[in-house]
């Protein structure tokens, strides 16, 4: 039970349909108003005193549109912008001012280009600081939200407790899970929604503002234009692959044409070193027969002339041989 209770304590909810009794109870489970703002607002809704559609003041596109709240009394229009425009792109801003004095409210609504800018700002720029004061920042509560009723008619949301006039159900102050028996017949009399058992939130969850309805034919048109781009996509697609393939056969090509020519190249450099080599080769080859000429004449006529030499001297020899044997022929008596 214990456990229970924590897990209670810990979880809230937050209201889909604004229901000023139920905007007065700290956990959407009261049946009876608790003040006489309360009974104002719920006899303004009851026969409808408040349209939320009828200030011709109010332009643009709800769905893009954010309310801030709490700002400085000397926060201009310029400043505003200036720090929404971090944001997204701000398409119209309106700075509530009094009509007698043109004084500022405090709060102003502020319309972004596109829905996701505002979403944007719808998560980041709640509890930031303008001028040295803390704001909050919610969506178009009084055109999006079925039942609405303003502050000055009894109703709206938050508050302070000084002021007597608490207000719950909204980003800022959400409901509590109930820690009592949910009287669900008494709220089904009065057309509250019941707390959502077992769909609770943690305080720290951001609650997502309403998005935008589409019918049959937008849907249609929706899908269309999805279907359009995922063709045009395809196109693209397939045309930059061909892009691609043809870049590649021609790189590929290139390359070939390339490898053709080197090997032109590098045959063509073969042949000639082929051909330097073999006009070598028989440059060589020549000089090496003039040489071994050379040296052949050469060495027959040195042969020729040791021949010569030695028969010269076999010859000399030869007479003085000759002659001694006549001198020895000769007599002693002779003389």
Known sequence: MEKMRARNLNSVFYADSYHPIQAGSIDGTDVLPHDNAIYRAHLCSSIGLYDPFGDPKIIGDPYCTLFVGRLSRLTSEDTLRKVMSKYGRVKNLRLV????????????FVEFETEREMRRAYTDAHHSYIDDCEIIVDY???????????????????????????????REKPFRAPLKPIPYEELKKLG????????????FQVPSPPRRERDLSDREEGSHRRSSKDRIRTEDALKSSADTEEGHYRRSSSFREDEEGHYRRSSSHREDHSRRR???????????????RGSSEKEHRYRSSESEKHSRKRKERDEHSHRREKQSRRSPYED
Do not use: C
């Open 140 to 170: 178009n509560r009084q055109q999006l939200m079925p039942g609405w009723i303003p502050r000055r008619l009894g109703g709206g949301l938050s508050g302070k407790k000084e002021s007597g006039q608490l207000r719950f159900g909204g």
């Open 97 to 108: 001012r009094d009509i007698v004095t043109g004084a500022s409210r405090g709060y102003a």
């Open 192 to 203: 509250i929604p019941p707390p959502p058992e077992g769909r609770y939130m943690s305080r």
């Open 278 to 292: 073999g006009s070598l080769e028989r440059k060589e080859e020549k000089g090496s027969h003039y040489h071994h």
